[in-house]
């Protein structure tokens, strides 16, 4: 499914998926730095730092200083990047309903059922 999700995401919208995966990051708690997303992703904050960039340069994302921490960056998804992320979703959501379609009721509750179980030994 991520070789797929990395397909459909930079066809239909033109970022990488590693760049998704920042939005989504910055979406799930705002006012994140570079240095948080870097250890969550377990990235070098030099390749965040390139993807921050990107993502500014799009104007998906917001980076202000930290009037606490002059040298700290925070960041916050634009309008544009709030839009972004729910259209990804949905098309991922779309996505993954057409390859769970195939299933039958009991595969798809069993095969959720293992992967949820796989997800928490993570």
């Given at each position: ?11 239909e ?24 997303i870097?250890?969550f ?15 500014e ?9 930290n009037?606490?921490?002059?040298r700290e960056k925070?960041?916050a998804?634009t309008?544009q ?16 309903n057409?390859?769970m ?21 993570i």
């Amino acid at each position: 499914m991520d070789k797929t999700a990395h397909k459909f995401i930079e066809q239909e919208y033109n970022i990488s998926f590693h760049q998704f995966l920042v939005l989504m990051h910055i979406q799930e708690q705002p006012e994140i730095n570079q240095k948080q997303i870097a250890t969550f992703m377990t990235y070098t904050e030099a390749a965040i730092s390139r993807q921050i960039s990107s993502l500014e340069v799009l104007e998906l994302i917001q980076v202000s200083k930290n009037s606490k921490n002059k040298r700290e960056k925070l960041l916050a998804l634009t309008v544009q990047g709030e839009k972004l992320i729910n259209s990804c979703l949905k098309l991922l959501t779309k996505k993954s309903n057409q390859l769970m379609s195939v299933l039958t009721p009991a595969e798809e509750s069993s095969f959720r059922a293992t992967l949820n179980k796989l997800l928490i030994t993570i």
